[in-house]
Structure formats: structure tokens, C-alpha cells
């Protein structure tokens, strides 16, 4: 542990954490983004088309159960990408992500009370508007609390990307256990925590934002 300030007292040290922390940044919550578009979309069709949901959920279920580094490795040779390009980490989290919120976003589409909708049809909302108007707030705590999981598998998950040569904070755990140095995988594991809480933070302030009668005890 006293190896730690010796081993953050020194600039270019400090520059290369803060560049792992953006790579870490970068490679876990681009495919949040992303995820969380292709899982509402996906989530309309289970909802929307009873066959499809069968397909997709069970689909999502094989999807999740690969191994990531086995998935990290396939990519490249499935797409045609380097082996050390950072897009194979960001399309298999993605496809993890996804995976994780379908079967919610389904689900929480389906619990949306039907006098609701046939309250708004009647009022003359259209499908698409009564969907982004009226089905996809009420699903919001729902699919926030399956973000929440995505975004800590995610920052957990890109540690793993360092073993095939990727960035992020992994690459303090490869290279403390390489040289035997156990500062920067004390120091590592410390900025995924804080990164993990920090998003974890600004996902709640967000549900609570998009969801005010949540807050306020009401119901829909």
C-alpha cells in the first residue's frame, strides 16, 4: 500500500491513468448508448408481435451466456476487424447489453395497464406517439433498473478486454501482475469502483428526473 503515493506522485503516470479512465469511459458506455436504442426497439417488437418474443428472449438468453473472452475473440474474425481494435469490445458489449434489457423492456411494456393506452387511442394518439408519449415513460423505472446492471457489467466487462490487448483500466491489472507490482492494480480497481458508483449515481438522478410521479408516490 505504501508503494501507492510513490506510484501516483509522478505526472506521466497520473496523464496515462486519466487516459485509461476516457478509454474505460468510452469503451463501457458507448455500447450502454447503443444498447439501450437497439433493447427499446426490440423490446416494442416482443411486445407488439408474440411470436418475435419468444425468438428474441430466447435469442438473448444464448447471446448472454457466451463467455466475453471467447466473444472478444470471434468478433474480429466474424467482422473482419484487428484483433486489438477496440469496436470488438464495443459490438460484444453490446450485444450483451442488449441481451440484458430485452426481456425488461418486453416485459415492462406489457405491464403498462391497458385503460392507460385506451386512454391515450382515444384521445387520438397515434401508435408512435402513444408509444414515445405514454408507453416508454411508464417503462422508464423498469428499464432503468436493467441499465443500471448493463452499465456495471460493462465498466467490469471492458477490464476483461485488456487480456486481448485493448484499453482501459484493465490494462493496470495486466501490467501490475506482469511486473509484479501491486500499486496499479490496488489503484485499478479503486478507479472501475468509483467509475461503476459514479455512473451508477447519474443513472439514478436521471430515472428520477425522466420519472417524477415515482418520486412523488403517485401512479400512473
Not at 93 to 117: F, G, K, N
Not at 122 to 135: I, K, Q
Request: charged share 10%.
Amino acid at each position: 500500500m505504501g508503494d501507492i503515493p510513490k506510484y501516483l506522485s509522478d505526472a506521466g503516470t497520473r496523464a496515462a491513468l486519466l487516459e485509461k479512465l476516457l478509454d474505460h469511459v468510452y469503451l463501457s458506455l458507448v455500447p450502454l448508448v447503443v444498447s439501450i436504442v437497439l433493447a427499446i426497439v426490440l423490446g416494442l417488437l416482443c411486445h407488439r408481435f408474440r411470436p418475435v418474443n419468444a425468438v428474441l428472449v430466447s435469442l438473448s438468453n444464448v447471446v448472454y451466456t457466451i463467455p466475453s473472452l471467447a466473444l472478444f475473440a470471434l468478433i474480429p474474425a466474424m467482422i473482419g476487424t484487428r484483433v486489438l481494435d477496440p469496436v470488438n469490445v464495443i459490438i460484444a458489449l453490446t450485444l450483451y447489453t442488449t441481451a440484458l434489457l430485452v426481456r425488461p423492456v418486453a416485459e415492462a411494456l406489457a405491464a403498462v395497464p391497458s385503460h392507460i393506452t385506451a386512454s391515450a387511442t382515444a384521445m387520438g394518439f397515434r401508435p408512435w406517439r402513444r408509444f414515445l408519449a405514454v408507453e416508454l415513460p411508464l417503462a422508464v423505472p423498469v428499464l432503468a433498473a436493467g441499465v443500471r446492471v448493463g452499465s456495471v457489467s460493462n465498466i467490469s466487462l471492458v477490464s476483461v478486454g485488456a487480456l486481448i490487448g485493448t484499453g482501459g483500466l484493465g490494462t493496470l491489472f495486466t501490467d501490475g501482475f506482469q511486473q509484479r507490482y501491486l500499486a496499479p492494480i490496488i489503484v485499478g480497481i479503486v478507479l472501475t469502483l468509483v467509475l461503476a458508483l459514479v455512473v451508477d449515481l447519474v443513472l439514478v438522478l436521471l430515472r428520477n428526473r425522466l420519472t417524477p410521479w415515482v418520486r412523488a408516490g403517485g401512479k400512473p
